[in-house]
């Protein structure tokens, strides 16, 4: 049984930093396509950041230059660095691991999906 757990959450200052973590159990990080999305109240979900089997990173416009999407396949972890944290950054943040045919944030053709951890920016 696959599953993602997140943490890393919480409330931060507008201009602040988080790191959330994704702990994956059931599924080898490194051998796929995994990424992370959010989605606020009242808002669809959008993707963030994905990452390949091959490290190559992609990005949504919104946190280009602001969030680093990076996996350490030694701990079968996935991780995301917010910097320069916005108030419209707050939002439910979720892991998903395994794409099935594309590997970028607009798509969200993902197996597994973890519970979330929610991110909090306040002005």
């Known amino acids: 049984e696959v599953q993602l757990v997140e943490s890393g959450g919480g409330s931060v200052q507008a201009g602040g930093s988080l790191r959330l973590s994704c702990a994956a159990s059931g599924y080898t990080a490194s051998r796929g396509c995994m990424g992370w999305f959010r989605q606020a109240p009242g808002k669809e979900r959008e993707g963030v950041a994905t990452?390949?089997?091959?490290?190559?990173?992609s990005y949504a416009d919104s946190v280009k230059g602001r969030f680093t999407i990076s996996r350490d396949n030694a701990k079968n972890t996935l991780y995301l660095q917010m910097n320069s944290l916005k108030p419209e950054d707050t939002a439910m943040y979720y892991c998903?691991?395994?794409?099935?045919?594309?590997?970028?944030?607009?798509?969200?053709?993902?197996?597994?999906w973890g519970q979330g951890t929610q991110v909090t920016v306040s002005s």
């Open positions: 990452i390949g089997s091959g490290g190559i990173t």
């Open positions: 998903a691991a395994d794409a099935t045919y594309a590997c970028y944030p607009r798509f969200s053709n993902f197996r597994y």
